[in-house]
């Protein structure tokens, strides 16, 4: 069974720095990506980046480029999202998900597709 674990979502102040993490368990391939999505209310679903497993391959939304960093740490089954110079526009419920397969920019645009799900995070943005 495929677990991911978020954590580390809270108050941040415009401006600010914010790191999420995401702890998995259960992938049985080494053929797979994991990325955040994220949710407010009222509004759709988006991407935000992803990476591959193998490669370390990234991709990001327009919209954090240049401002958000994610990364992995194998050995400790752990993939992080670094939020910086953060804005009101970030505030969201963060969710960790994951999917077999290669990773490309469809995925992000597509996140709806995400075979697992974390329970999200929330991350609220104060001015």
């Known amino acids: 069974e495929v677990q991911l674990v978020e954590s580390g979502g809270g108050l941040v102040q415009t401006g600010g720095s914010l790191r999420l993490s995401c702890a998995w368990s259960?992938?049985?391939?080494?053929?797979?990506?994991i990325g955040w999505i994220r949710q407010v209310p009222g509004k759709e679903r988006e991407g935000v980046a992803s990476?591959?497993?193998?490669?370390?391959?990234?991709v990001y939304a327009d919209s954090v480029k240049g401002r958000f960093i994610i990364s992995r740490d194998s050995t400790a089954n752990t993939v992080y999202l670094q939020m910086n110079d953060v804005k009101p526009e970030d505030a969201a419920v963060y969710y960790c998900?994951?999917?077999?397969?290669?990773?490309?920019?469809?995925?992000?645009?597509?996140?709806?597709?995400?075979?697992?799900w974390g329970q999200g995070t929330r991350v609220t943005v104060s001015s």
């Open positions: 998900v994951a999917e077999y397969g290669p990773l490309s920019r469809w995925n992000l645009e597509n996140p709806a597709e995400y075979d697992y």
């Open positions: 259960g992938l049985a391939f080494e053929d797979y990506h």
């Open positions: 990476i591959h497993s193998q490669k370390g391959d990234t």
